[in-house]
């Protein structure tokens, strides 16, 4: 289970509904965000209120509730509630675009392609998977539904994947799925600000890396945690650049033979602590 062996989301409700296999279950939450990344360098999705308009008609409810059906939680900043420098605990928990398709409507007008007219295809890039697919498939029908904006979804080995992303003619949209290595949000938000990704504005790009850059380099946690806020705040909110979707939730299913065995929610699962029962 977890990342290492993936089990699906679709065989979650027969795995609870089994005896045998329901006391071998168990679930938690993984200190991970899955996300999608705007290209903020290519036209049109240089444009902030077309990114805007996007996000507003992301429905994560629906994602968390309808397509993957796995303990996943909507998620609104990118950096996981886990880790010291998210806004979860704050006034400002909800940093990212809500739900809201009459204000996506309104943005897209004013970005100049009113009901979609005139608006050239959406590229969005994804791991080619079937979960990454289902993803990318829901997004392009909610995109579709609301704002009647093509999205041409794109699936590639993870090789391939690199290579797009960093490519100068890199897509549009990109699925960005972090699992957190340890509990800081510079994990999280530190390669965000790389240029071969072109994922934040230039000029933005620069304010959010100095900010990052501070936080490193702060000792006492409530300043440090204060700037890593700032930094998603332009990423997730004054710029657009990305849309956190959902939070992860790891699923496993372990022998009762198998004790001493626990999982982190940071990294993963130590083998070295297990031993088995004859």
Excluded at 138 to 146: E, M
């Amino acid at each position: 289970g977890s990342a290492y062996l993936n089990i699906p989301e679709d065989e979650l409700d027969k795995i609870t509904n089994d005896p045998s296999l329901a006391k071998e279950y168990s679930s938690w939450p993984q200190a991970g965000t899955y996300a999608y990344c705007f290209n903020t360098w290519r036209k049109p999705t240089d444009d902030i209120r077309l990114r805007k308009a996007i996000a507003s008609v992301i429905d994560r409810n629906l994602i968390t509730g309808l397509v993957l059906r796995g303990g996943n939680k909507p998620a609104y900043s990118f950096v996981h509630p886990l880790v010291l420098g998210s806004p979860s605990a704050n006034a400002d928990a909800e940093i990212a675009i809500p739900f809201n398709p009459d204000a996506g409507r309104k943005w897209l007008r004013q970005a100049g392609y009113q009901e979609g007219h005139n608006l050239p295809q959406i590229e969005l890039l994804c791991l080619k998977s079937e979960r990454h697919l289902r993803l990318a498939n829901a997004v392009k029908l909610l995109v579709k539904h609301h704002l009647n904006i093509q999205i041409k979804v794109i699936s590639v080995d993870w090789d391939n994947y690199i290579k797009r992303i960093e490519s100068d003619n890199a897509p549009h949209m990109f699925c960005l799925d972090w699992i957190g290595e340890y509990p800081d949000a510079n994990n999280f938000l530190n390669k965000l600000s790389h240029p071969d990704y072109k994922i934040l504005p230039r000029r933005a790009n620069e304010e959010f890396k100095s900010l990052i850059d501070l936080a490193g380099k702060t000792m006492e946690s409530d300043t440090r945690k204060e700037l890593y806020i700032q930094a998603e705040k332009i990423l997730c909110r004054e710029t657009v650049s990305l849309i956190p979707i959902f939070y992860e939730a790891s699923h496993v299913l372990v022998k009762p033979r198998v004790k001493e065995w626990y999982m982190s929610p940071f990294t993963g699962h130590h083998i070295k602590d297990w031993r088995l029962e004859k």
